[in-house]
Structure formats: C-alpha cells, structure tokens
Nanobody, 128 residues
Framework: QVQLVESGGGVVQAGGSLRLSCVMSGRAFGTYTMGWFRQAPGKEQEFVARITRTDYSTAYADSVKGRFTISRDSAKNTVYLQMSNLNPEDTAVYYC?????????????????????WGQGAQVTVSL
C-alpha cells in the first residue's frame, strides 16, 4: 500500500520561501509521476506542478511558474516543492499526489482524477 506523507508547511511572510517534502512508502517510487495540488478555503482544488517518472520532465501552473520548483530524489523516495517569492494568494493546503497512469494528452497530469494516491495535506499560510 502506497502512503504519501508531506512535511514542511507553515507560516511565512510574503516574499519568503518554503520547501515542501513528500515521502512515499514502498518500493515503487520510480514508477509514479508525482504531482502537487493545492486547495484554498472556498476554492476548487488547483494543479500546481508535476514531475514525470521517466525523463523527470516538469510542468507548472501559470500562477506559480518561475516561483516554484518541483524535484524528486529516487534514493529517498521523496518529491519536493520549493516555493519562493510567496504571496498571500499561495495560502492553501498543499497535497502530494502519485500517478501510475500515462497519456499523450498534455493536460492529463493537470487533472486530479489522473492521480491514484494522495497525501494528507500540508498547510501553507502566507501573511502580509
């Protein structure tokens, strides 16, 4: 059974940085594309970033492009989300996700339904 455990959330001032980590239990980390989603109060779940299992290609939501970086370390079964130049609009619960699927559709990994496993979420709060 795959489990995802996030850490690294917290409260930060606008303009600051945080790094989220997500550790996957089990031995199949290399077979999953990994992603991050977020959900702010009263808003729908939003795709943030993903990194593929094969060539480690990355993709980002326009709202975070240039500020956030997703990476993965197979030796540690861990995916990271480095967040910089944070602003209050980034306040949300951030979820780590893992997908076994694949598709030629470039938007496939932007959809939450494409992911098989989810972490419990990490709260990120950005204050003025």
């Amino acid at each position: 059974q795959v489990q995802l455990v996030e850490s690294g959330g917290g409260v930060v001032q606008a303009g600051g940085s945080l790094r989220l980590s997500c550790v996957m239990s089990g031995r199949a980390f290399g077979t999953y594309t990994m992603g991050w989603f977020r959900q702010a109060p009263g808003k729908e779940q939003e795709f943030v970033a993903r990194i593929t299992r094969t060539d480690y290609s990355t993709a980002y939501a326009d709202s975070v492009k240039g500020r956030f970086t997703i990476s993965r370390d197979s030796a540690k079964n861990t995916v990271y989300l480095q967040m910089s130049n944070l602003n209050p609009e980034d306040t949300a619960v951030y979820y780590c996700t893992a997908s076994r699927g694949s598709s030629s559709n470039s938007d496939y990994y932007n959809q939450p339904t494409s992911y098989d496993f989810w972490g419990q979420g990490a709260q990120v709060t950005v204050s003025l």
